[in-house]
């Protein structure tokens, strides 16, 4: 649970210093309308503004206690702005990894209530940013339906693409937010740190995945992907 792990964990001093740049260009933006103008946000429906991702180096220093971790590879940023309504989601998944200047991936699968879910995503490939036209998403689940391990099947308009995923560790958080009935909402949230192997390569990266919470069960786990 969130509480106990915040609480039970260990603490140290720490501090980061890292120098970042783009391996790619950036994917997404502000959400407007047709014309060009703002979009009117509804607060009760909307999780943010804008959002903007990015597969990126990185090179400096990690320091936690008295360890100094040297950094020098590749990651991924996002970004939005708004305030975020975690509230307001119902599940995604996010699956974001770079495995070199030339080559990452990032998978979105957004759900909705009685939809299939939205492919969002792309496949960065020598120089290239390739939208996502189709994917598949299979979860092996530990107890308490965390992830444990993941295969991918990616489609876009140069082909497919498989990656799977180990997840090596996991955090735990929620969101708490009170409804109109008088009861309360939870969205739970895990962020894994994952192993990805494509292609002969490997690369850490996160998967990142949110619901809602209904009858103790995360939503998402309901159907089949």
Request: glycine share 12%; with cysteine.
């Amino acid at each position: 649970m969130p509480r106990s792990a915040f609480k039970q964990s260990p603490r140290a001093h720490a501090s980061i210093s890292l120098d970042l740049s783009g391996v790619s260009p950036m994917h997404g933006g502000e959400i407007v309308n047709l014309d060009g103008s703002r979009w009117d946000l509804d607060p009760e429906t909307s999780a943010y503004r804008g959002h903007t991702e990015q597969h990126i180096a990185a090179r400096g220093t990690i320091r936690v206690g008295d360890t100094v971790i040297d950094v020098d590879g590749f990651g991924f940023r996002d970004k939005s702005w708004g305030p975020r309504h975690w509230g307001n989601l119902y599940w995604h998944k996010w699956t974001p990894v770079t495995f070199g200047p030339d080559f990452g991936v990032l998978l979105a699968l957004m759900g909705r209530p009685g939809q299939e879910p939205d492919v969002v995503g792309h496949v960065w490939r020598d120089g290239a940013l390739l939208p996502l036209t189709d994917a598949r998403l299979d979860v092996d689940y530990g107890p308490d339906f965390v992830q444990r391990s993941m295969t991918l099947e990616l489609e876009t308009a140069a082909g497919r693409t498989l990656m799977t995923g180990e997840v090596l560790s996991t955090t735990p958080l929620q969101h708490r937010k009170a409804n109109p009935a008088g009861g309360e909402t939870l969205v739970r949230i895990i962020k894994g740190v994952t192993l990805f192997k494509c292609e002969g390569r490997e690369a850490w990266g996160m998967s990142e995945f949110l619901d809602l919470v209904e009858d103790g069960r995360p939503v998402s786990t309901l159907r089949h992907l």
